[in-house]
């Protein structure tokens, strides 16, 4: 737009026309008439120079307004070229014959040239060259429409093709429908990542609907033939062509991989060009439990019959494990005769096919076991029936036998009634027998009162022979006789002891106690005893036991007991051992063991009989018996375990505190 006149110059041309005209008026030699008419004329013209300021203002209004409104239009355009080089899509604008005029940034990336490459090249040569007769003749019928869409390939400069979605719409000279056209606007839309998704979505659907009718097929027959058909169907619709299918199980008996079924080869042939073990494509999909592809057989690997897949044409195949419950039961293999990359939604079909094709022949499987006992059973019945029939015979035959068993059996309880005779003489021998034991108590009785008697003196004679002891030198004459006499002594104290607890065991005061302090506080008070002798002690005491009820006097006294007993089993020196544990749910178990020499096995069945002892010469065979009767007084039991030369142990098993009332057991 040429630029305008402002106001204050045209104002000022104005004024100086005027100054001119007044000065052309005073220089003007005419009669009176004639200034007349100029004057007449002056004023003429400065009318119409004030009219023509006044058109000047309103021009320079006008003016301003269409220097905004260009501002304005400007702004639009620069937004428009913005939207039409940032647009999502390939934007071209042709002339009427389709020569680029202008493209934007989507256009250049598009078809991978630059922008100055696209000007003033036909559109034509982004149209494949087969195409490109059909576009110049759908250019020229768009006299007949406002704009038309489109789906076509379209051609990069490189040469490669892809789907694309076309809208072409008319410029015309005037915004009149009837207007003539002077361009063509284009708008191309990539659909490559659409179709992409649409065949996604199709193979998705596909394999949803192969797996639907193996499942329908496993739901509604056990057949395996039946079920393998259907697979195999829904397998070949995947593809466009033939494709050769077979499955090959291992045998439950041998474990070998045999062939089973196939299709679309001849069976017979490749079942005799099988093996029976796996070769190294069927190994690798057995230990991976994946898909196994294979895009070129004749050039992989892992190919072992060449000449058989080229005689058959196979090409590419994969091999999908059948895996149930995590046991591999055989493979599929889909051969093609066409080089085939297979897709990640066809794996993923095969590996669900793999997974239905076991489900399938466990159910085949599951069905043949049960028609195989149905059968047995009906033949069992078949057989027990037979059975029930010729037991009938014999109890009938029976039963004349009972009419002759009564008959004996009278004469059994004539026996019987001699038998009770025979137990009633028993039974009195029986009652001797604890008079006999209440002598014997008398007897220890006896023996408690005649030990009273005896301690007073053997009292006197060690307080004696110790204060010689004492006052006999360190290697006096008499030292080793006084020592005699003092060891002689204590052990004859001891033996009047055990009588006197013998004969009159003090009543239990149990407790409700903890195991660890009553071994421990034993082990104290046995420790000079078996240090002399050179016992070595160990203990080992499981944690948190519950507690039981016992008598801690009595218990210690059975402990020491055992652990001088295990010291004189060992008359060299040894270990001693004793153990707490948990035994049952209601028990714990205290065991007392040492490296002795044993107890023979001889003597084992009487250990815990009184008087009974295998010391030579010392001791009256008491220690064990009240060592049984303490633990039999707790409500528990004594056992032992013993062999010669390897030591012996001692296990004493109590019951916990919160299952019996040692109290009441006392």
Request: hydrophobic share 40%.
């Given at each position: 737009m040429p630029p305008l006149i402002s106001q204050d110059l045209l104002a000022q041309k104005i004024e100086t026309a005027h100054s001119r005209l007044e000065n052309l008026f005073l220089r003007a030699e005419t009669g009176p008439e004639q200034q007349l008419l100029l004057r007449e004329a002056l004023q003429e013209l400065s009318t119409a120079l004030e009219e023509l300021r006044v058109t000047s203002e309103t021009l320079q209004a006008q003016n301003d307004e269409l220097a905004a409104a260009r501002l304005v239009v400007d702004a639009q355009r620069r937004n428009f070229q913005e939207l039409f080089e940032f647009a999502p899509?390939?934007?071209?604008?042709?002339?009427?014959?389709?020569?680029?005029?202008?493209?934007?940034?989507?256009?250049?990336?598009?078809?991978?040239?630059?922008?100055?490459?696209?000007?003033?090249?036909?559109?034509?040569?982004?149209?494949?060259?087969?195409?490109?007769?059909?576009?110049r003749l759908l250019i020229a019928r768009l006299d007949q429409a406002p704009f038309w869409e489109f789906d076509m390939e379209m051609q990069r400069r490189d040469?490669?093709?892809?789907?694309?979605?076309?809208?072409?719409?008319?410029?015309?000279?005037?915004?009149?429908?009837?207007?003539?056209p002077i361009g063509l606007r284009w708008i191309v839309r990539d659909m490559s990542y659409r179709k992409q998704m649409e065949r996604q979505i199709e193979s998705h659907v596909q394999r949803l609907t192969v797996v639907g009718a193996l499942n329908e097929a496993i739901t509604s027959q056990l057949d395996l033939d039946k079920v393998v058909a259907v697979?195999?169907?829904?397998?070949?619709?995947?593809?466009?062509?033939?494709?050769?299918?077979?499955?090959?199980l291992f045998h439950p008996d041998t474990g070998a991989l045999e062939p089973l079924f196939s299709r679309n080869i001849d069976y017979a042939e490749w079942k005799a060009a099988g093996i029976h073990l796996p070769g190294r494509r069927a190994a690798e999909a057995i230990h991976t439990r994946t898909p196994v592809v294979i895009i070129d057989l004749d050039s992989d690997a892992r190919t072992i019959r060449r000449e058989f897949y080229k005689k058959h044409g196979l090409i590419s195949c994969v091999t999908v494990p059948v895996i149930a419950k995590d046991e591999v039961l055989g493979i599929i293999t889909v051969y093609t005769r066409e080089r085939h990359e297979f897709t990640g939604e066809e794996l993923q079909l095969f590996a669900a096919v793999g997974q239905q094709t076991a489900i399938a022949i466990q159910n085949s499987r599951l069905y043949e076991q049960t028609k195989q006992q149905a059968a047995e059973l009906a033949a069992a019945r078949d057989e027990l029936e037979d059975k029930v029939s010729r037991r009938t015979v014999e109890l009938e035959r029976s039963n004349d036998m009972l009419r002759a068993e009564i008959v004996e059996r009278r004469r059994v309880e004539e026996r019987l009634r001699e038998s009770e005779a025979k137990l009633r003489t028993l039974t009195e021998e029986q009652e001797q027998q604890l008079i006999a034991s209440d002598r014997l108590v008398t007897v220890g009785e006896l023996a408690a009162s005649i030990a009273h008697e005896f301690n007073n003196p053997l009292q006197i004679i060690m307080g004696f022979a110790q204060e010689l002891l004492d006052e006999e030198?360190?290697?006096?004459?008499?030292?080793?006789?006084?020592?005699?006499?003092?060891?002689?002594?204590?052990?004859?104290?001891?033996l009047i002891r055990n009588l006197m607890n013998f004969a009159r065991p003090l009543p239990a005061k149990?407790?409700?106690?903890?195991?660890?302090?009553?071994?421990?506080?034993?082990?104290?008070?046995?420790?000079?005893?078996?240090?002399?002798?050179?016992?070595?002690?160990?203990?080992?005491?499981?944690?948190?036991?519950?507690?039981?009820?016992?008598?801690?006097?009595?218990?210690?006294?059975?402990?020491?007991?055992?652990?001088?007993?295990?010291?004189?089993?060992?008359?060299?020196?040894?270990?001693?051992?004793?153990?707490a544990a948990r035994g049952n749910a209601d028990t714990i178990v205290i065991s007392v063991s040492d490296t002795g020499v044993g107890i023979p096995e001889t003597a084992l069945p009487n250990i815990f009989r009184p008087f009974f002892t295998t010391k030579q010469k010392r001791g009256m065979g008491l220690g064990l018996s009240i060592c049984e009767r303490i633990v039999r007084a707790h409500g528990g039991r004594i056992a032992v375990e013993t062999a010669p030369g390897r030591g012996t142990t001692f296990e004493l098993h109590f019951p916990l505190a919160e299952v019996t009332d040692y109290e009441r057991a006392s």
């Open positions: 899509d390939a934007y071209f604008v042709t002339d009427p014959v389709g020569i680029i005029q202008q493209a934007n940034r989507k256009a250049a990336a598009l078809f991978g040239v630059g922008g100055k490459f696209i000007a003033g090249k036909p559109i034509h040569i982004f149209i494949p060259p087969e195409k490109r007769a059909e576009c040469g490669a093709l892809f789907p694309a979605a076309v809208t072409i719409s008319v410029i015309r000279q005037e915004q009149a429908s009837g207007g003539r697979l195999f169907t829904k397998l070949e619709e995947f593809f466009s062509y033939t494709v050769v299918l077979t499955l090959r030198k360190t290697a006096g004459p008499h030292r080793d006789g006084l020592k005699i006499i003092e060891g002689e002594t204590m052990r004859c104290r001891e149990p407790e409700t106690r903890d195991i660890e302090p009553i071994i421990s506080d034993a082990v104290k008070l046995a420790w000079h005893y078996l240090l002399n002798n050179k016992v070595r002690v160990k203990t080992d005491i499981a944690r948190r036991l519950p507690p039981i009820r016992a008598d801690v006097n009595q218990l210690q006294q059975v402990l020491i007991n055992l652990m001088f007993n295990a010291s004189e089993a060992m008359p060299s020196g040894g270990d001693v051992t004793i153990r």
